[in-house]
């Protein structure tokens, strides 16, 4: 949240976490309560249908981009991404990570210090893994 940011008409506000509240479920095809599970970013949230059971994530409109420094949206960029890597994958799948092991794109995996995280790209001996903070480069295939 950036409480720094100019003044704007409105201010965006996630729903607090165990809270429900009013939400298109595709699977439901209709506006259905929904929990709250976790904030994953400060502008999206892990969000879980309470009728069907479905998970999604839920992201705030986006207010504007332009006045923000360089360092947010490097930030936010890691964020989005994750974002994007996470509604697509999800984190049933994880695998622990091991730099013994070797992966693949797209495999989401769970590493010890920095959370869950997802292959971008892999070389022979380097995967790029998009964490919620950053993207990091780690080894894998290592001998
Ligand atoms: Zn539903």
């Known amino acids: 949240m950036s409480e720094e940011a100019p003044a704007s008409p409105e201010v965006y506000v996630l729903p ?4 429900n509240f009013y939400y298109p479920c595709k699977k439901c095809g209709a506006e259905k ?3 709250v599970l976790a904030h994953t970013t400060d502008v999206s949230a892990k ?6 059971g479905s998970k999604k994530t839920y992201k705030l409109p986006s207010t504007s981009t332009r006045s923000r420094s360089k360092k947010t949206s490097v930030r936010s960029s890691a964020a989005s991404a994750w974002g994007m890597f996470n509604e697509k994958i999800g984190s049933e799948s ?3 990570y091991k730099m ?3 992966y693949e794109p797209d495999m989401a995996i769970d590493h010890v210090k920095f959370g869950l995280g997802y292959v971008k790209s892999v070389t022979s001996s380097k995967i790029e893994v998009v ?3 950053a993207i990091r480069l780690l080894v894998h ?3």
């Open 94 to 96: 994880k695998v622990t």
């Open 16 to 19: 607090k976490v165990a809270t």
């Open 33 to 35: 309560f929904h929990v």
């Open 131 to 133: 964490f919620e903070d």
């Open 47 to 52: 969000i879980e249908c309470e009728i069907c």
């Open 141 to 143: 295939n290592r001998n």
């Open 100 to 102: 013994s092991e070797s």
